[in-house]
């Protein structure tokens, strides 16, 4: 499904060293992104783990590329396309024109994108700075899953630094779960995401 994707994301992406390939179907077994994105708020117990990077550590837009891609291998992230290259999702709201804040008639439409990386990648510089892995440089506010869904990976800025937050196996997680349920009763949420929710709320519940 690549037709209603913008051009625009898909030059951003390009400049920061990724190949856009698809946008997903909304799955039944593939976790919301708006789900996805609450993995920051999880406790150690629930199987999160954390990098973070302080903000005065030296080069931490390198240092930042270097963790996520260290990370991203270890715990799964990737699948390795025919031509040996690597592939993931990346959460982005698709909508021709990013609405506002508070438009509820407009609502984001967030979906998960297949991407593939290149040889040559920057997502703490080119890919925050231009907006679609962040908002500035060395900010990052990404959301990405493995191709199966079981390998989470959310990005963020914090007081002490930026970094990341891991998590494996979201159906298994209460909390997630939990907030799915909330996601699929938000009015002011695009109703084919809160379909989405409930979806994999049924889905999950019923492994």
């Avoid at 199987?47 to 996520?68: C, M, Q």
Wanted: aromatic share 10%; net charge negative; glycine share 8%.
């Amino acid at each position: 499904m690549t037709a209603d994707f913008p051009q625009e994301l898909a030059d951003k992406l390009s400049r920061a060293g990724f190949t856009f390939l698809e946008v997903v179907e909304t799955r039944d077994d593939l976790v919301p992104y708006l789900v996805a994105r609450y993995v920051t708020y999880l406790q150690p117990e629930d199987g999160r783990s954390d990098v973070i990077i302080e903000h005065d550590e030296p080069n931490l837009g390198a240092r930042f590329n270097a963790e996520w891609e260290r990370a991203a291998q270890e715990c799964g992230l990737f699948s390795t396309a025919s031509d040996g290259r690597r592939e993931f999702l990346l959460g982005l709201d698709i909508s021709a024109d990013a609405p506002d804040a508070e438009d509820e008639e407009n609502p984001p439409s967030y979906r998960w994108v297949r991407v593939l990386l290149r040889d040559e990648w920057d997502i703490a510089g080119v890919g925050c700075a231009n907006g679609v892995l962040g908002s500035g440089e060395n900010n990052p506010t990404f959301a990405a899953t493995s191709l199966s869904g079981d390998v989470v990976m959310v990005a963020g800025y914090w007081q002490v630094g930026i970094g990341f937050t891991l998590a494996s196996h979201p159906e298994r997680i209460a909390t997630l779960r939990e907030h799915a349920k909330r996601i699929a009763s938000y009015e002011h949420v695009e109703p084919a995401q809160r379909q989405w929710a409930e979806r994999w709320l049924a889905h999950s519940q019923a492994r």
